[in-house]
């Protein structure tokens, strides 16, 4: 069974542009769940996603946003970058919450300059 | 605001050793609790996860213990070895839930362990 894919890899981007991450969640999984790691910060969680309906959201602004889609595919976007949100942002899927156990992909690496 | 303390930040060992990496959470309601591993610029492996209800959980060389009222929980990793070198996270679910499903996952800072050989 194929893993948590995630697109693109790494990605530079520029103040005040958009960005749009893609995460394909294990066949079957129907939860996605976001997260953002930074050195500073460590692990924070941003949103899950169940059945194309955001289910639970973390402390970020509404620059971050997300949906997800019938085949469970899930993005994310973030609008109007900052410095600040520079991170790797990494995707996990589980079958139907993210109470159980979560799979994580490789993450997506940003960097705003 | 529940919080996660993970103690040591970072740790070296040598290898064949057993250790034990440390997390405390500050609020007790939590539905469960997480171990995970990440690699150097990778994602993160799910190592163990117990539920609330429980006291500890196996899984080969691992060991993870959860102790609610004190809110502490451990990570034992019997003799240790050199392919066991990453940052290991903990993390909890908070018991409330939304729509079916729990509050949010917070992680821990991790404990980054080196293993010699």
């Known amino acids: 069974k194929a893993g948590v894919t995630q697109t693109p890899r790494y990605l530079i981007k520029t103040r005040g542009q958009q960005v749009t991450l893609s995460c394909s969640p294990i066949?079957?999984?129907?939860?996605v769940s976001w997260y953002q790691q930074t050195p500073g910060q460590g692990l924070q969680f941003l949103f899950e996603?169940?059945?194309?309906?955001?289910?639970n959201k973390g402390n970020f602004p509404g620059r971050f946003s997300g949906r997800q889609f019938s085949n469970s595919r899930s993005e994310m976007n973030v609008s109007t970058l900052e410095l600040g949100d520079s991170a790797l942002y990494l995707c996990?899927?589980?079958?139907?919450?993210?109470?159980?156990?979560?799979?994580f992909g490789p993450g997506t690496r940003l960097l705003v300059l | 605001k529940q919080e996660v303390t993970q103690i040591p930040a970072a740790l070296s060992v040598p290898e064949g050793e057993n250790l034990v990496l440390n997390c405390s959470f500050t609020d007790s309601a939590i539905y469960n609790l997480q171990w995970f591993r990440q690699d150097p610029g990778k994602g993160l492996t799910s190592l163990l996860l117990?539920?609330?209800?429980?006291r500890e959980q196996t899984s080969g060389r691992l060991n993870a213990s959860l102790d609610k009222s004190s809110g502490r929980s451990t990570l034992y990793i019997a003799a240790s070895q050199p392919g066991d070198s990453a940052t290991y996270l903990c993390a909890v679910s908070e018991s409330m839930n939304y729509g079916g499903s729990q509050g949010n996952l917070i992680f821990g800072k991790g404990t980054k362990l080196s293993v010699k050989p």
């Open positions: 117990i539920q609330s209800s429980q």
């Open positions: 996990a899927s589980s079958l139907l919450a993210n109470r159980e156990t979560q799979y």
């Open positions: 996603y169940f059945s194309e309906t955001q289910r």
């Open positions: 066949s079957g999984h129907r939860s």
